[in-house]
């Protein structure tokens, strides 16, 4: 999975705990990127990061957070989760021909 | 705004059977990446092949080709010989193309499963 690994793979969550979700990547790379999967669809943007310190919104940031204090980690934080952040949540990296590589994924179900 | 649209929602070939799977994209971007990813069974998602806009030449790999074409705008995808490893679930996308290592968000199509029956 091109250096990226992500933590953990399954996780069942009642509604309203909450979690975060990690992503480390070994390949020094400034930016990375949170997906989510929801059943039948494609891939959707949720937060990006081009650096330590500097993260963004994608598509669909509502009910998560991001922070990036290293370059090698950018965890992903559900705080009050809902059945609808349900997904399989994947974080990707950029490498220098401006193609990104994923990570393994995580598989949240919300109760 | 940017789109992605994979029309067929699932194939089923026999093995050996050739293949190909749509990709029509929307943009009003002029310098732009084309991406095809691949999602075995498993899960995990693995890149398959990126296209630069300006870069039209179609592009084989083994069994696999790639048919880029602007006037359309489209980006197909054809297995030749199909195998059962080949089931997955194919995704296109489409991403801004900001040279210098710029941010580069994906936008995906809905993907096409295909089987490939023994």
């Known amino acids: 999975n091109a250096g990226v690994t992500q933590t953990p793979k399954f996780r069942i969550l009642k509604i309203g705990q909450s979690m975060t979700l990690q992503c480390t990547q070994d390949m020094n790379h400034n930016y990375m990127y949170w997906y989510r999967q929801d059943p039948g669809m494609g891939l959707k943007l949720i937060y990006y990061?081009?650096?330590?310190?500097?993260?963004d919104k994608g598509e669909v940031p509502n009910g998560y957070n991001v922070s990036r204090s290293t370059t090698e980690d950018f965890p992903l934080r559900l705080e009050l989760a809902a059945p609808s952040q349900t997904s399989v949540y994947f974080c990707?990296?950029?490498?220098?021909?401006?193609?990104?590589?994923f990570g393994p994924g995580t598989r949240l179900t919300v109760l | 705004a940017q789109k992605v649209t994979q029309a067929q929602t699932e194939i089923s070939v026999v093995e050996k059977e050739d293949v190909t799977l749509d990709c029509v994209y929307e943009?009003?971007?002029?310098?732009?990446?084309l991406f095809w990813y691949k999602q075995p069974p498993s899960g995990e998602l693995v890149f398959l092949i990126r296209?630069?806009?300006?870069?039209?030449q179609n592009e084989i790999s083994g069994r696999y080709s790639w048919n880029f074409q602007k006037s359309t705008s489209s980006f197909n995808f054809t297995i030749t010989a199909s195998q059962v490893v080949d089931s997955a679930v194919y995704f296109c996308?489409?991403?801004?193309?900001?040279?210098?290592?710029?941010?580069?968000?994906?936008?995906f199509g809905t993907g096409t499963l295909l089987a490939v029956q023994p």
């Open positions: 996308a489409l991403s801004e193309a900001n040279y210098g290592g710029a941010t580069n968000k994906l936008i």
């Open positions: 990707a990296i950029q490498g220098a021909t401006d193609t990104q590589y």
């Open positions: 990061s081009v650096g330590a310190g500097i993260t």
């Open positions: 943009t009003r971007d002029t310098t732009y990446y």
């Open positions: 296209r630069n806009s300006f870069d039209e």
